[in-house]
């Protein structure tokens, strides 16, 4: 099973529409959850990160953590076209060796 | 604006050269990262590093080394590059735990013919 999980895609909404991005982690000791959205030929730029259960708005943004299903979310409400990249879900594990793990990346595109 | 800069956007290099890759950040960061990105490979971590002259290996380092002989100062070195060694590289630093999340560079985009 791999660290952490997530549909490569494409997800397609329309515009305006809710984007709902999924991503689940093995390892129940994980602390730390991160959501990163990466055009096409760029890198990736941190735009959301969430330790608690529950949720976390930021913005047109919401991260969901559950940590007992080990299962984290993002929430883009009123998608525009300019939402349209790869975002990737990120996740901290503590302990002796730090480290961060990523998905693959799920392909978001956004309908005119 | 905080920065992480990698000295190549684009690089072309020959089998069996050996080839290094530099990353620059002036946010005083201690903790710094080399990141491969591969399609349907996500991102692999290839090298970290906490401090100054100090150097972890992460999930594949096999064909690579690194040195960091100043904070702001990060590099990636291909022994012998091989042509699957063609990838995104892409550098990143945090500050203290690295749970406050990754700045990246830009990347560069090495092939190897």
């Known amino acids: 099973q791999k660290e952490v999980e997530q549909n490569s895609g494409p997800l397609s909404v329309p515009e305006g529409a809710i984007a709902s991005l999924n991503c689940t982690y093995s390892d129940r000791g994980s602390q730390s959850f991160f959501w990163y959205r990466q055009y096409s030929g760029k890198s990736p730029e941190l735009i959301m990160f969430i330790y608690s259960n529950g949720d976390k708005e930021d913005g047109r943004f919401t991260a969901q953590l559950n940590k007992a299903s080990q299962y984290v979310s993002l929430l883009i409400r009123d998608s525009q076209p300019s939402d349209s990249a790869t975002y990737l879900c990120?996740?901290?594990?503590?302990?002796?060796?730090?480290?961060?793990?990523f998905g693959i990346g799920t392909k978001l595109q956004v309908i005119p | 604006d905080v920065k992480v800069t990698q000295s190549s956007r684009y690089l072309v290099k020959r089998t069996g050269e050996k080839v290094f890759l530099e990353c620059v950040q002036d946010?005083?960061?201690?903790?710094m990262f080399w990141y491969r990105q591969d399609p349907g490979l996500g991102l692999r971590l290839i090298y970290f590093?906490?401090?100054?002259?100090?150097?972890e290996k992460g999930d594949i380092p096999e064909g690579y080394s690194v040195s960091r002989e100043k904070k702001e100062r990060f590099s990636l070195i291909l022994e012998s590059a091989s042509t699957n060694q063609t990838s995104m590289y892409l550098c990143?630093?945090?500050?203290?735990?690295?749970?406050?999340?990754?700045?990246f560079g830009s990347g560069t985009r090495l092939t190897v013919v």
């Open positions: 946010m005083d960061h201690e903790n």
């Open positions: 990120a996740v901290f594990l503590s302990g002796g060796y730090q480290k961060v793990t």
């Open positions: 590093s906490y401090d100054v002259k100090m150097k």
């Open positions: 990143a630093s945090t500050t203290g735990p690295t749970n406050y999340g990754y700045t």
